[in-house]
């Protein structure tokens, strides 16, 4: 049986290994210490934040699929936020959702630990290196350790980061450097007690943030404590990627403040996170790239889309295209 090194514990890379685990001896790597790459749920005394997707759709059949069961356990539920568009210059007025937006349940990466019991995953492992040798791929982590030897070697890392890492001969590198992601960053934000806002989600225009939500008003059995959750808007953020954190932070803050006005008391936490590579600004026309000859791939929410769906359809796909090779191979 072929042995499969996979890079990224987020939804493409659980999907993918889940996919092949009967067809491969599979392998998963993630350097952060959880499971769900962007899909983060980061937790602080009583406070719980969703800091990376807000919520996802299903507008494919595949994925609807995928998390109809969940839905009927209540692992995956419906948010249903009053929900409105915030303005510094102007009143805020009402939106609608058209469409079911599903958040998994007790945080958002419910959803990939859930998909990944049973896996060979290996997490706080950052994959530093991949060198051909005899024996196919050697990986080794950031302080050269060797993680063993692979026939195939796919990387589920947002595409400048595959880009960097994949080896020289891989056939899609100038597909990979055409993708270009956008920045954000996530202010999380703890109160002591419970506060009452005229919404449970925003989009913001015209300022510094572009989304802010109560973490605490979605449903699935998520911490009481009131928290807070503002992202920043992707072209500010561009302005601000290299700038001191503290300095970013102290500017959220007067971007909320001028949104929400004397509406809160201080809180109690406050914690901020930066994401290099939030959001897909250009994506990849290819549902996946995989390059036969070498047995190397890429795949990820940026092969059709930015969306989490994205993601799973990517890893789908691809999965499906591995299988056959490795009938073909066996």
Request: with cysteine.
């Given at each position: ?12 890379g ?18 952060s210490?959880g ?8 937790r ?7 800091h ?10 595949q ?23 915030l ?13 079911p ?9 419910s959803?990939c630990?859930?998909?990944a ?9 950052q ?12 990986l ?8 063993g ?19 020289d ?24 007690s ?13 300022s510094?943030?572009s ?7 979605k ?21 601000q ?18 949104l ?10 406050i914690a ?57 191979r066996?």
């Open positions: 049986m072929k042995s499969l090194a996979i890079i990224g514990a987020g939804i493409a659980i999907t993918l290994a889940r996919q092949l685990q009967d067809s491969a001896e599979v392998s998963v790597f993630e350097k210490r499971f769900g790459g962007r899909m983060a749920t980061r602080a005394g009583s406070y719980q934040f969703d990376g997707a807000q919520f996802f759709t299903a507008r494919s059949q994925f609807q699929n995928l998390i109809n069961d969940w839905v009927t356990d209540n692992q995956i539920q419906a948010w249903l936020p009053r929900i409105l568009t303005d510094p210059e102007k009143k805020p007025f009402k939106r609608e959702w058209f469409e937006h599903y958040v998994a349940a007790p945080g958002m990466n959803l630990k859930t998909l019991l049973g896996l060979n995953v290996t997490l706080n492992t994959v530093a290196s991949i060198d051909a040798v005899e024996q196919g791929w050697l080794k982590d950031s302080a050269g350790e060797k993680l030897h692979f026939d195939w070697v796919i990387s589920t890392s947002p595409a400048p980061q595959a880009n960097e890492l994949l080896p001969c891989f056939a899609y590198k100038s597909e990979l450097s055409t993708v270009d992601f956008a920045p954000c960053f996530s202010l999380m934000l703890g109160y002591e419970n506060h009452k806002l005229n919404f449970d989600a925003a989009v913001v225009k015209n510094p943030l989304w802010v939500a109560s973490n605490s008003s449903p699935g059995g998520r911490p009481p404590s009131f928290s807070l959750m503002a992202h920043s808007d992707n072209t500010w953020a561009r302005t990627l290299e700038s001191n954190i503290d300095d970013v932070r102290h500017r959220m803050l007067e971007a909320l403040d001028k929400l006005g004397d509406s809160l008391p201080p809180p109690e936490l901020i996170h930066r994401w290099k590579y939030a959001k897909a600004d250009t994506s990849c026309e290819e549902s996946f790239l995989l390059d036969e000859s070498n047995s190397l791939a890429a795949c990820g929410d940026w092969c059709g889309g930015n969306r989490v769906e994205d993601a799973y359809l990517s890893g789908l796909k691809l999965a499906e295209q591995l299988q056959t090779l490795l009938r073909r066996a």
